[in-house]
């Protein structure tokens, strides 16, 4: 019985699946940059640059700007590589 259940759990997982690990990050900042960082990322929703998330958007605001800098950073080091 026990050899069934193994057996069913592995068939609805990928093989490669990873298990979804979830980071806490705290930001530091004043009072002003919270307001300003939370219009920008209701703006955002707005557009439809990022998803509208009721519970707020600065999550997902943070995370696109990360992923925009990430990209930045790639193709940089791609021209000096001379690509």
Do not use: S
């Not at 700007?65 to 950073?73: I, K, M, N």
């Amino acid at each position: 019985m026990e050899e069934e259940q193994e057996e069913q759990t592995q068939e609805t997982q990928p093989e490669n699946a990873q298990p979804t690990t979830i980071l806490h990050m705290q930001l530091r900042i004043n009072q002003e940059a919270n307001e300003r960082l939370e219009k920008l990322a209701n703006y955002a929703a707005l557009e439809g640059l990022i998803l509208n998330d009721t519970r707020g958007n600065k999550t997902a605001w943070i995370n696109y700007c990360l992923a925009l800098g990430e990209e930045v950073l790639t193709q940089r080091a791609y021209q000096k590589k001379g690509f």
